[in-house]
């Protein structure tokens, strides 16, 4: 199973808003509801950030939202902060497994 | 509290084996979906593996054969068994309890590097 596409970084000013995309096939991005997207700071586990393509677990920001359109997902952080700075996956499943994308850094200028 | 806790993870020679364990606390391992998700020095998240509640087992391409996932209900705990590891295998390993198909909590990982 080939990893999901995703730009190798995108940067922002504080405050600012930025858009992640996660590019897939119509066998697991396009063919389910079940992408998530996860944030991960250096030398910490991934924390979950959106699942089930546009629903925020409690306790995550509303300034994160998620959308899907074919193929490709997007995950868009708004009003960015400082603490936004960090590494970000996308995963979907596909056919009793799951896949994750190539990984984002996202960096606060 | 939702915790996981890895343990068992070191220094292997190729070739060899080790069995990574994940306790859990807050829920009941036996009653969800449970994974094995890798991540390589400087790379990006792998999943590896995963147990459903009703028993099931899928793996990666990656280490299907070689690695085997099986939880221990009487101590709510997860397990996975790597054999004929090799240096690519050599990775921080996270358990991750599931909620439709999404990791909704990560334990802190587990080191197995792989190397003579």
């Known amino acids: 199973q080939s990893a999901l596409t995703q730009p190798a970084s995108v940067s922002g000013s504080p405050g600012q808003s930025i858009t992640i995309s996660c590019t897939g096939t119509?066998?697991?991005?396009?063919?389910?509801?079940?992408v998530s997207w996860y944030q991960q700071h250096p030398g910490k586990a991934p924390k979950l950030m959106i699942y089930?393509?546009?629903n925020r677990p409690s306790g995550v920001s509303n300034r994160f939202s998620g959308s899907k359109s074919g193929n490709t997902a997007s995950l868009t952080i708004s009003g960015l902060q400082a603490e936004d700075e960090a590494d970000y996956y996308c995963?979907?499943?596909?056919?009793?497994?799951?896949?994750f994308g190539t990984g984002t850094k996202v960096t606060v200028l | 509290e939702v915790q996981l806790v890895e343990s068992g993870g070191g220094l292997v020679q190729p070739g060899g084996s080790l069995r990574l364990s994940c306790a859990a606390s807050?829920?009941?391992?036996?009653?969800?979906?449970m994974s094995w998700v890798r991540q390589a020095p400087g790379k990006g998240l792998e999943w590896v593996s995963v147990?459903?509640?009703?028993?099931?087992?899928y793996y990666a391409d990656s280490v299907k054969g070689r690695f085997t996932i099986s939880r221990d209900n009487s101590k709510n705990t997860l397990y996975l068994q790597m054999n004929s590891l090799r240096a690519e295998d050599t990775a921080v390993y996270y358990c991750?309890?599931?909620?439709?198909?999404?990791?909704?909590?990560w334990g802190q990982g587990t080191l197995v590097t792989v190397s003579s």
């Open positions: 119509s066998s697991d991005v396009g063919g389910y509801n079940y």
């Open positions: 089930e393509v546009s």
């Open positions: 807050g829920f009941t391992v036996s009653s969800n979906y």
């Open positions: 995963s979907s499943y596909t056919s009793s497994s799951k896949v």
């Open positions: 991750a309890r599931e909620v439709g198909y999404s990791s909704s909590a």
């Open positions: 147990i459903y509640s009703g028993g099931s087992t």
